[in-house]
């Protein structure tokens, strides 16, 4: 038997995040989003976000981790007023990606 190092359970850690992690991040949701493959991908969030962590699956484990982090970002730079809004033109973002 081997000993790892990990936080402590009552741990709460504080990090510091910049743009090109939390894109990072999103990108990485994407990714994973794009896997699942189910018709309602609706529903399929909605489900994911009203289940009970241990009844998840392994993507949607990954998935919902990367969500919680998503919202976790925003909301501390909404806080502190580091987020912008921005034009994005949906056309020339499909045609990028497609």
Request: no cysteine.
């Amino acid at each position: 038997m081997k000993k790892i190092k990990e936080i402590k359970d009552n741990a709460l850690i504080n990090i510091s995040v910049n743009k090109t992690f939390y894109l990072m991040v999103k990108s990485l949701s994407f990714y994973l989003f794009k896997s699942v493959e189910v018709e309602d991908k609706d529903a399929y969030l909605k489900e994911l976000l009203t289940k009970e962590f241990k009844e998840l699956n392994e993507l949607q484990r990954s998935i919902y981790t990367t969500i919680l982090l998503i919202v976790e970002i925003e909301k501390n730079a909404q806080e502190t007023d580091q987020m912008e809004e921005k034009d994005i033109d949906f056309n020339k973002e499909n045609t990028k990606q497609g």
